[in-house]
C-alpha cells in the first residue's frame, strides 16, 4: 500500500508540474523572422499570431507574393521555436515519462 501512495503523490506532483508548465508557455512570446528580419512574426505561446511587422522596403508594387512568401516563413520560424519550447517544458515536467502513451502535450 506504501508504493501506490507513494505513486499517487509523484503522480499529483508531476501534474502540478505539468499545470506549471502549461502556464509558462501560455505566457511566451516568441520572435519569427524572414528576409533578414525584413518581415517579423510575434507568435504567442498558444500559437496565436500577435503581430506582424513588415519592413517598408517590401512595400513596392509587385512584391506582394514575396511578402506574403516571407510572413509564411516567419511565421514557420516562430512555430518551430514554439514547439522547441514546448517540448522543453514536457521534458521538464513529466521527465522520463514524457513522450509515453496517454501523457499529456501541450
Not at 7 to 32: D, I, N, P, R
Not at 38 to 62: F, H, N, Y
Request: cysteine-free; aromatic content about 0%.
Amino acid at each position: 500500500m506504501k508504493d501506490l501512495s507513494s505513486l499517487m503523490k509523484q503522480a499529483q506532483a508531476m501534474q502540478e508540474k505539468l499545470g506549471q508548465a502549461q502556464a509558462e508557455l501560455e505566457q511566451l512570446v516568441l520572435l519569427g523572422q524572414a528576409g533578414d528580419g525584413l518581415v517579423k512574426v510575434t507568435l504567442k505561446g498558444t500559437g496565436q499570431v500577435m503581430r506582424v511587422d513588415i519592413d517598408d522596403s517590401l512595400m513596392a508594387p509587385g512584391e506582394g507574393e514575396m511578402v506574403g512568401d516571407l510572413v509564411a516563413a516567419a511565421h514557420a520560424d516562430a512555430k518551430r521555436q514554439l514547439d522547441a519550447r514546448q517540448a522543453e517544458l514536457m521534458q521538464k515536467a513529466a521527465g522520463p515519462l514524457a513522450g509515453m502513451p496517454g501523457m499529456p502535450k501541450f
